[in-house]
């Protein structure tokens, strides 16, 4: 009987089976016992399938009664995160659906002094080998305590957990697809740290990252890129190693810092670091008297952003914005603080969560009604309520029009505010001129916004320029890289262009990490038209389990039983929906694709001129939308794409 290997070599990687660890060229890395023995399984079984049962049996146990398919998957995607490895695009690990994992890469088995080669590469020649990891840098606590009782510790791995998949996922689909563009520099805030001893006083560290990211953000976009807020907000309080945020982010330089009290006297420290090898580039401390702290954000933001541009060699092309929260009153930092507590909720994509953002958006305006981005934050929560909703477009529309146009009346340059104009026009009045200008306007004023390059890549969508679409969309994962609806609308750019394997992919990367994420929900129109029948119906069955039975559950299911030719089944589901639509009052958009399913063409162009008559947003897709294509060789519906202003060949 073969002797089992105590040392496993493969790639920049060694395995050491007796002392359980893992290093990358000498450096140890971290990885949970469960990941580590499906590592060892895959690595003694290398070029070879390993079975989930097999898995099942050699790791937990067969006698072990536990949420088996949870834990496998939380191990590979922590596997695949340490290796940084994708599951779209292995290097090391390759999914067999329905059946387990193979391990790809050559592996050399050391059994004391005797050295055998077990399994030649799978790999084609010339692929890249991992990128070689820097030296584990960790960041400090600031000296934070950390106080949790026993009855916390279940939760306080499940969150732990959370973070892992967070990372695993994002740094898989960032390398997947959203690459640095060659000479450009990307740099993360993460958020400052509050050592006053005053919990009062964190709206000042927080509002110093924000103006941080503002400053370094106008510097040269063209050649420094600057991470968005919400995806360092979870590096709040320190702990993760800097490698780690390296990897997640995809970022060459870290700025992290802290903010001390010492009576009438505020001290500020900055410190930039190369993630690479965890090497110190530059280090400042500002002393300054407590005289106005809201004035000291912009003087202190502004002295570092200066530093650091010269450090890097950037600021060549520097623009104007807006000056983030430099000169707001106390009610006016309130407001700022409930703004971005409005932004979470809307970051949900669901009803629910919009009604609790519009709330916090009006507790906000109610708190200083000169702050513009609380009114561009409301004008885009109306604008998407209507559409997530179903509710016919005069119930929100009108309202988002006057936010919109309040927010430019209050700040001109603010870039928040032309893209939630951009969004009006484009939605609502198929003003395609108008809301392209604005979208290229905001990305003019802040081209480090996320938000504008999303949308931006959606407008082009809508127009069939899918190649300017994917390269925007490419800038705001890059901007953003942990942003569930950046990813989702990747997607769906995918699905649109046809590329209907991809966009199931994408989607389901982001289910990954948020199983019931709404947007999502697209997958199922891309099984619909990949021809995958059965995780059509499947997905709908999941969808039904979450939600109940619901209009658009109905309007789905008929679809599906049309297309697999269940016209009799489909035409009863289909009853159904148009009762549950006629009872709410909703937007007419909500069962266009479901007679297309069932084969009638007259009342989907009957429903189309409605919604055209009530300005739904569902025409936005008219152009580009595949379940559409029935109907393109008939005249009423080339008419109706010349009307919203759509009409001309898809690049």
């Not at 280090?283 to 300054?288: F, G, H, P, S, V």
Request: aromatic share 10%; net charge neutral.
């Amino acid at each position: 009987m073969e002797k089992r290997a105590c040392k496993y070599r493969f790639g920049p990687f060694e395995l050491r089976t007796r002392t359980r660890e893992i290093a990358k060229q000498g450096v140890k890395l971290k990885l949970r016992p469960q990941p580590f023995q499906v590592l060892e399984v895959l690595l003694e079984r290398a070029g070879d399938v390993v079975s989930r049962e097999e898995l099942h049996a050699r790791v937990w146990g067969k006698e072990t009664f536990v949420d088996f398919e949870h834990g496998l998957n939380t191990a590979v995607k922590e596997l695949r995160g340490v290796l940084s490895d994708s599951a779209s695009e292995p290097r090391y690990i390759e999914t067999i659906p329905r059946v387990g994992y193979r391990l790809m890469v050559a592996v050399e088995a050391i059994a004391g002094e005797r050295t055998t080669v077990e399994v030649e590469s799978t790999k084609q020649e010339g692929m890249p080998e991992a990128e070689t990891a820097a030296k584990p840098g960790q960041r400090g606590v600031g000296g934070r305590t950390a106080r949790r009782g026993k009855k916390w510790a279940a939760i306080a791995l499940a969150a732990v957990v959370v973070l892992g998949l967070a990372a695993s996922w994002a740094w898989n689909r960032r390398r997947a697809t959203a690459k640095t563009e060659p000479g450009r520099v990307m740099l993360a805030v993460l958020p400052f740290e509050n050592l006053t001893g005053d919990a009062s006083q964190e709206y000042f560290s927080e509002g110093l990252t924000e103006e941080m990211i503002a400053q370094l953000g106008r510097s040269d976009p063209e050649h420094l890129g600057v991470i968005a807020r919400t995806s360092v907000e979870k590096y709040q309080g320190g702990g993760t190693q800097l490698q780690q945020i390296g990897n997640e982010l995809g970022v060459n330089y870290v700025l992290e810092g802290s903010v001390r009290r010492d009576g009438e006297k505020v001290r500020v420290t900055a410190k930039l670091v190369q993630v690479k090898d965890q090497s110190g580039v530059w280090a400042r401390e500002y002393d300054r008297e407590l005289v106005s702290l809201l004035g000291l954000q912009t003087e202190i933001a502004q002295e570092v952003a200066g530093e650091i541009e010269a450090t890097l060699g950037v600021a060549k092309n520097r623009v104007k914005v807006p000056e983030g929260t430099a000169g707001l009153s106390p009610n006016g930092y309130a407001a700022h603080d409930l703004y971005w507590k409005g932004l979470y909720f809307w970051n949900k994509r669901d009803p629910g969560g919009f009604e609790q953002a519009i709330a916090y958006f009006q507790q906000a305006i109610e708190k200083d009604p000169g702050y513009a981005p609380a009114y561009a934050g409301l004008a885009n929560t109306y604008t998407l309520l209507s559409g997530y909703s179903g509710a016919v477009p005069k119930q929100y529309m009108p309202k988002a029009r006057a936010a919109a146009l309040r927010a430019l009346e209050l700040d001109g340059n603010l870039p928040e505010a032309h893209t939630a104009w951009a969004l009006v026009v484009q939605n609502y009045d198929w003003d395609w001129e108008t809301s392209g200008k604005e979208f290229r306007r905001a990305i003019e004023l802040n081209p480090n916004y996320a938000t504008a390059h999303q949308w931006y890549a959606e407008h082009l969508t809508w127009q069939g320029r899918f190649d300017e679409a994917l390269k925007e969309s490419e800038r705001a994962r890059q901007l953003d890289p942990l942003s569930l609806v950046i990813a989702a609308d990747h997607g769906a750019i995918m699905y649109y262009s046809r590329k209907y394997e991809r966009a199931i992919e994408e989607f389901q990367s982001v289910r990954e990490m948020a199983p019931r994420f709404p947007r999502t929900a697209m997958i199922f129109y891309a099984y619909l038209e990949a021809g995958r029948f059965p995780e059509a119906r499947e997905d709908l069955e999941g969808q039904k389990r979450s939600t109940g039975e619901d209009v658009w559950y109905w309007t789905e299911l008929a679809c599906v039983e049309g297309h697999m030719g269940n016209n009799v089944a489909a035409k009863k589901v289909l009853k159904k929906a148009t009762e549950e639509w006629k009872r709410r009052g909703l937007d007419p958009g909500t069962l266009i694709l479901a007679n297309l399913g069932v084969g009638d063409s007259e009342e989907a162009l009957r429903l189309l001129e409605e919604a055209y008559a009530q300005h739904s947003n569902v025409l936005t897709t008219i152009k580009v939308e595949p379940l559409f294509d029935p109907l393109r060789g008939d005249a009423r519906f080339q008419d109706l794409m010349r009307r919203v202003r759509l009409a001309g060949e898809t690049k």
